[in-house]
């Protein structure tokens, strides 16, 4: 059984940098042709690529998020984690960590497992 597990804190200041930590069990991110995501859902909105890292290491992330952001892997831990910068308050959302066999990350009905998400607040 293949779980994912996002980890790291509630609350971040405006303009510091939210880290958050996804911990796999039952599956190796390294597996070929598996693309490990981050996706978001601020609160009444729909849900937000944020950028993926694939078995081999490479990373791909949303254009409008690219700026800010960075993943990276631990596949001693066979952890993956995203960094965002200069958070706002727009930042607000349920954390996702995903996996996928589908080069496009935008079809949300291709990953077959879930994180059970994380609530990152964004707040002084």
């Known amino acids: 059984q293949v779980q994912l597990q996002e980890s790291g804190p509630g609350l971040v200041k405006p303009s510091q940098t939210l880290s958050l930590t996804c911990t796999v069990s039952?599956?190796?991110?390294?597996?070929?042709?598996?693309?490990w995501s981050w996706i978001r859902q601020p609160p009444g909105k729909g849900r937000e690529w944020i950028g993926y890292?694939?078995?081999?290491?490479?990373?791909y992330y949303s254009p409008s998020l690219k700026s800010r952001s960075s993943i990276f892997r631990d596949t001693s831990k066979n952890q993956f984690t995203l960094q965002l910068s200069s958070v706002t308050p727009e930042d607000t959302a349920v954390y996702y960590c995903?996996?996928?066999?589908?080069?496009?990350?935008?079809?949300?009905?291709?990953?077959?497992?879930w994180g059970q998400g994380t609530q990152v607040t964004v707040s002084s």
């Open positions: 039952g599956a190796s991110i390294t597996t070929n042709y598996y693309y």
């Open positions: 890292i694939a078995n081999d290491g490479s990373t």
């Open positions: 995903a996996r996928t066999l589908d080069p496009n990350p935008l079809v949300y009905d291709e990953y077959d497992y």
